[in-house]
Nanobody, 120 residues
Framework: QVQLVESGGGLVQPGGSLRLSCAASGFTFSRYGMSWHRQAPGKERELVALITSASGSTNYADSVKGRFTISRDNVDKMVYLQMNSLKPEDTAVYYC?????????????WGQGTQVTVSS
């Protein structure tokens, strides 16, 4: 059974930091690209950061560049999102996603999300 379980969300003051974790199971983790997405109330879900399966290359949304860092551990089947210098506009539910492109078909798995609230 495929599972992606996020943790590490919570309430933090502006300028603070949080580290989100995503524990994966039930699929060959090392073959999948991993990403973090977020959805704020009344807004569409957006890509925050991604890390590839092979080279571990990363890419970030402009709004989080220089503040957020995505990383992965293929041994422990974990993906992380280190979030620094948090702003109120970072408030959202954060989701972990696994993606495999196989013969032109995308296979996606999503976690259930973890709430991040940035407020004083």
């Amino acid at each position: 059974q495929v599972q992606l379980v996020e943790s590490g969300g919570g309430l933090v003051q502006p300028g603070g930091s949080l580290r989100l974790s995503c524990a994966a199971s039930g699929f060959t983790f090392s073959r999948y690209g991993m990403s973090w997405h977020r959805q704020a109330p009344g807004k569409e879900r957006e890509l925050v950061a991604l890390i590839t399966s092979a080279s571990g290359s990363t890419n970030y949304a402009d709004s989080v560049k220089g503040r957020f860092t995505i990383s992965r551990d293929n041994v422990d089947k974990m993906v992380y999102l280190q979030m620094n210098s948090l702003k109120p506009e970072d408030t959202a539910v954060y989701y972990c996603k696994a993606t495999l492109i196989d013969w032109g078909t995308a296979v996606d798995y999503w976690g259930q999300g973890t709430q991040v609230t940035v407020s004083s």
